[in-house]
T-cell receptor, first 112, second 117 residues
């Protein structure tokens, strides 16, 4: 069956360091992979999308990689700040379907 | 306008009540979604509407009844709910994927916090 796993339920790092979150999927061949941020009691907010033919995508302090051989995406936040503390969700996607299945999420805490 | 609005923000209802959740978007999206989210879990898909027609029902109990009156509005009618239905209910919208380069990036509302007593 299809499975999406995010490396850890919670990740605590020091402000200024790079946070790296992992998303692994099995029994999927997604055309792209999306990352969302969710703050407590709020809806997820779209951050980045990376397509299967792209190795890396950047947006300000965010970087996403996509390795279709390893079936893995890495999400990096450089120069992390306490305001980056949130839950981050990955979601593989297909161009022909309107159905997102989210990974379990990683709760990131950045301590000052 | 990239906003999805949901009303009410909070709802407390008894098991015999009938209530409705409302969602609205003006981004021209023709796909709209309802999700249920329990604490410390990811959002779980309930329903998908595509061009105002129900395209996906993830085996949701009939006490939840969705409705899409037009391309901007999505309702979720609630009747005879159980305490375990208490959760954050999220609405989202997206373009309808069509073609190799299209995506279903979703825009979420703030959610309705539902408590069933």
């Amino acid at each position: 069956s299809q499975k999406i796993e995010q490396n850890s339920e919670a990740l605590n790092i020091q402000e200024g360091k790079t946070a790296t979150l992992t998303c692994n999927y099995t029994n999927y061949s997604p055309a792209y992979l999306q990352w969302y941020r969710q703050d407590p009691g709020r809806g997820p907010v779209f951050l980045l999308l990376i397509r299967e033919n792209e190795k890396e995508k950047r947006k300000e302090r965010l970087k996403v990689t996509f390795d279709t051989t390893l079936k893995q995406s890495l999400f990096h936040i450089t120069a992390s700040q306490p305001a980056d503390s949130a839950t981050y969700l990955c979601a593989p996607g297909y161009s022909s379907a309107s159905k997102i299945i989210f990974g379990s999420g990683t709760r990131l805490s950045i301590r000052p | 306008d990239t906003e999805v609005t949901q009303t009410p923000k909070h709802l407390v209802m008894g098991m015999t009540n009938k209530k409705s959740l409302k969602c609205e978007q003006h981004m021209g999206h023709r796909a709209m979604y309802w999700y249920k989210q329990k604490a410390k879990k990811p959002p779980e898909l309930m329903f998908v509407y595509s061009y105002e027609k129900l395209s996906i029902n993830e085996s949701v109990p009939s006490r939840f009844s969705p409705e899409c009156p037009n391309s901007s509005l999505l309702n979720l009618h609630l009747h005879a709910l159980q305490p375990e239905d208490s959760a954050l209910y999220l609405c989202a919208s997206s373009q309808v994927p069509s073609g190799a380069s299209s995506t279903d990036t979703q825009y979420f509302g703030p959610g309705t916090r539902l408590t069933v007593l």
